[in-house]
T-cell receptor, first 115, second 113 residues
Framework: GAGVSQSPRYKVAKRGQDVALRCDPI?????LFWYQQALGQGPEFLTYFQNEAQLDKSGLPSDRFFAERPEGSVSTLKIQRTQQEDSAVYLC?????????????FGPGTRLTVL | GENVEQHPSTLSVQEGDSAVIKCTYSDSASNYFPWYKQELGKRPQLIIDIRSNVGEKKDQRIAVTLNKTAKHFSLHITETQPEDSAVYFCAASKGKRSYIPTFGRGTSLIVHP
């Protein structure tokens, strides 16, 4: 079946612009994660949803970052008043945890460049 | 919170050699340890995982070992091939208690033909 998809794949924004990044998880996956991946680094956790509930947003770096998943499926990560330090790849992952095991399936990411 | 250290940051081997990547974690409550492979410009993909009630798991040329006492786990790739070249990430999570993983910083594996 279809995997996790993200759009756009590439986004160039001028500093101060607002951006919205979309994630379409695998159908039936209740868990959805957003990560920020800087060049040469591992994914850094941003926020986590279980269905429509945002259970953890401790990784969001500032109040300019906002995420939602209103119907428990598609999710949007919004960044307001973008700054150069926001430039990174934003990865979305979905999963259907079973017991202690949680295999996360990643999307291709959105590469955000803030000029 | 959890802290995951991964070494080495770069690993260069000849085709056919073995490669070992090591990770340590700090939170003894962590009980699920996946490994991801990320090729250049592509998404991370799970290659193997291990739960804390198991000491070793093998899948063809890939194996993972876990030492709960020492809080470290390792990825072993035997008979490396050029297509194994990628960045490998380890991660640790607390399973049902928290599915949020903490990732290592990655190891860039280069397999020379």
């Amino acid at each position: 079946g279809a995997g996790v998809s993200q759009s756009p794949r590439y986004k160039v924004a001028k500093r101060g612009q607002d951006v919205a990044l979309r994630c379409d998880p695998i159908s039936g996956h209740v868990s959805l994660f957003w990560y920020q991946q800087a060049l040469g680094q591992g994914p850094e956790f941003l926020t986590y949803f279980q269905n429509e509930a945002q259970l953890d947003k401790s990784g969001l770096p500032s109040d300019r970052f906002f995420a939602e998943r209103p119907e428990g499926s598609v999710s949007t990560l919004k960044i307001q008043r973008t700054q150069q330090e926001d430039s990174a790849v934003y990865l979305c992952a979905s999963s259907r945890p079973r017991g202690d095991t949680d295999t996360q399936y990643f999307g291709p990411g959105t590469r955000l460049t803030v000029l | 919170g959890e802290n995951v250290e991964q070494h080495p940051s770069t690993l260069s081997v000849q085709e056919g050699d073995s490669a070992v990547i090591k990770c340590t974690y700090s939170d003894s409550a962590s009980n699920y340890f996946p490994w991801y492979k990320q090729e250049l410009g592509k998404r991370p993909q799970l290659i193997i995982d291990i739960r804390s009630n198991v000491g070793e798991k093998k899948d063809q040329r890939i194996a993972v070992t876990l030492n709960k006492t020492a809080k470290h786990f390792s990825l072993h790739i035997t008979e490396t091939q050029p297509e194994d070249s990628a960045v490998y990430f380890c991660a640790a999570s607390k399973g049902k208690r928290s599915y949020i993983p903490t990732f290592g910083r990655g190891t860039s594996l280069i397999v020379h033909p």
